[in-house]
């Protein structure tokens, strides 16, 4: 499915703060999560990924910091903040709402 | 065949060169490209696919740079030492700091040592020992620095610190008669020497490798520039302290000339050191913009001498002293060459400054060639004296490295050789700069019977 543009930049945040909150990561485990969650649908340009990650930094919503892996290479991890989980707390209440904003009329359009 | 690594690192370059992106960040990216590429490998795919989808993936370059720069904007002017936010780097930097400092104090109180068994650093007797051993009260030090760092081998920390001692129980124990020419050799050839040795500690246990002989050639390049800044920093703050406190009638000249300048010298040396590691992968380097600022500069007043010389049909008078100027034009020459390359990247086509690098060694060697021909003559007839063949030595062996290269850059303009081998051949001639300095340091003495 192709995804618009607007609305993969607005699901960008929760979708990152929401992997984030379930266990720190790095870039490109975040993207192949991304697309594991979307079943393939949702596909990023990768290297658009991290000046969200970086914005989002400097928002305070995340931090930063190097571990090296197994393999020895060294990483940038990402790791969520106080402020990020309020943000993604009140990310969620507004995707709720605009989501059952949609169902309701959806539904009201099927019956008639 | 298709060079992974090659590639790879021909792309984070292509990254380096659009400016919008901080080393960590092209760091970043380039080990997402990595973990892509090894997990497409891992899926069947050839490298060269691999690396193909993965760069497709992480999407367009310029795209990418232009949101960077929406991050970065306020880091473009760039802050050395500001605090990192990584904690274990925070810490990684603060043990460095530490070290600067007492490596400064132990090194200054070494060169404070000698005084306690009467030679004072003012009085003309001691100027000689105090100028032949300079580079071994800071060096020593400068490697250890190394060493740390870079967590190096009992083998190599062996190795080293046994050249500097050697060195240390050579030049002092040669006895040294008048006109004491040999012993002044020494002290102009030892720090050279050393400075190569501390070469090994920077470099680490690849010092084998071109490329760390290139990382170290561009520290050195660097490290001058920023010991000059910052010794004029000290020089300063001397003469304010000096004129505050003699607003007030306290002579503080003793305390300046005695102290001041000998802790801050070698202060000057280790924060140097410290400052040029640190900067590396932040600040573009400062010894290739001025080389490609004077390089074409230098090209115009050679080729004007040479054509001068043909027109007025006179060739250089020779004296020794005209020989060391000779010389110096050659190292001038070289290190304008070596510091535009070092900026090059591999993979670059040959571009002007390629060219203009051929032509500045073309002259050099022309107009050197000329001088050399008068000279050996002169000197034959006038007699062997150590200062003499020390200075024919440096000359004729500069000539090699730039006839060298010249031969190269032909070979590398007609497609023959790969531009890497330019680097190598210069980097691998780094041996015969230490052994000769070790010659002249060493054997001469002993050759010219300590005269």
């Known amino acids: 499915m192709n995804v618009s543009k607007d609305l993969i930049a607005a699901s960008a945040t929760p979708i990152i703060l929401a992997i984030l909150k379930d266990s720190d990561s790095y870039g490109y485990s975040i993207i192949k999560m991304v697309k594991e969650l979307s079943e393939n649908e949702l596909i990023w340009t990768e290297g658009m990924l991290y000046p969200v990650l970086h914005r989002l930094e400097e928002q305070n919503l995340i931090e930063a910091y190097w571990k090296a892996s197994e393999t020895g290479r060294k990483r940038k991890y990402y790791r969520i903040r106080e402020e990020g989980l309020k943000e993604l707390e009140a990310q969620r209440k507004q995707w709720e709402m605009v989501h059952s904003a949609l169902s309701k009329s959806w539904a009201n359009q099927n019956q008639k | ?451």
């Open chain 2, 1 to 451: 065949m298709f060079d992974l690594e090659l590639n790879i690192r021909s792309w984070s370059d292509h990254l380096r060169s659009r400016g919008n992106f901080k080393e960590t960040d092209i760091l970043e990216l380039e080990n997402h490209l990595r973990d892509e590429v090894e997990d497409l490998i891992g899926a069947g795919l050839s490298e060269d696919e691999a690396f193909l989808i993965s760069v497709k993936r992480l999407g367009n370059v310029n795209l990418i740079s232009q949101e960077y720069s929406k991050v970065n904007s306020d880091n473009l002017w760039k802050h050395l030492l500001a605090d990192s936010i990584d904690p274990e780097e925070k810490s990684k930097n603060r043990k460095n700091i530490m070290l600067v400092i007492i490596f400064s104090l132990l090194a200054g109180t070494l060169a404070k040592l000698p005084e306690a068994f009467g030679l004072h650093m003012n009085e003309p007797d001691a100027m000689l020992f105090y100028f032949k051993n300079l580079s071994l009260f800071i060096l020593p030090f400068i490697a250890a620095f190394f060493i740390i760092k870079h967590k190096l081998s009992w083998k190599m920390i062996a190795s080293i610190m046994g050249v500097f001692c050697l060195t240390a129980f050579a030049i002092n124990m040669y006895p040294s008669y008048d006109p004491k020419d040999t012993e002044l050799l020494t002290g102009i050839h030892t720090p050279i020497f050393l400075w190569l040795v501390t070469g090994a500690a920077y470099m680490g246990a690849k010092w084998k490798e071109s490329r760390s002989r290139m990382d170290f050639i561009r520290f050195t390049g660097e490290a001058f520039i920023y010991g000059v800044l910052i010794f004029c920093g000290i020089m300063v703050l001397a003469v304010f302290t000096m004129m505050i406190f003699s607003a007030i009638q306290v002579d503080l000249g003793w305390f300046i000339s005695d102290y001041f300048f000998v802790y801050g010298g070698c202060a000057v040396a280790m924060i140097t050191v410290y400052v040029v590691e640190v900067k590396k992968s932040i600040v573009e380097n400062f010894a290739p913009i001025l080389a490609k600022i004077f390089s074409p500069l230098f090209l115009i007043t050679m080729i004007a001498f040479i054509g001068a010389m043909v027109l007025m049909g006179k060739s250089p008078f020779m004296e020794r002293e005209f020989l060391i100027g000779f010389d110096l034009m050659l190292v001038l020459v070289l290190g304008l060459v070596l510091y535009v390359i070092s900026s090059r990247r591999a993979h670059d086509k040959a571009g002007v400054f390629d060219y203009m690098n051929l032509a500045l060694i073309a002259a050099a060697v022309a107009i050197d060639s000329i001088a050399l021909s008068a000279i050996l003559f002169r000197l034959t007839s006038y007699g062997i004296t150590p200062n003499k063949v020390a200075a024919l030595g440096e000359n004729i062996l500069l000539l090699v490295n730039l006839g060298g290269l010249a031969w190269m850059y032909l070979r590398y303009f007609a497609r023959k050789i790969d531009f890497s081998i330019i680097e190598k051949w210069q980097t691998s001639y780094l041996y015969a700069y230490a052994i000769w300095m070790a010659i002249v340091a060493f054997l001469f003495p002993v050759i010219f019977g300590f005269l």
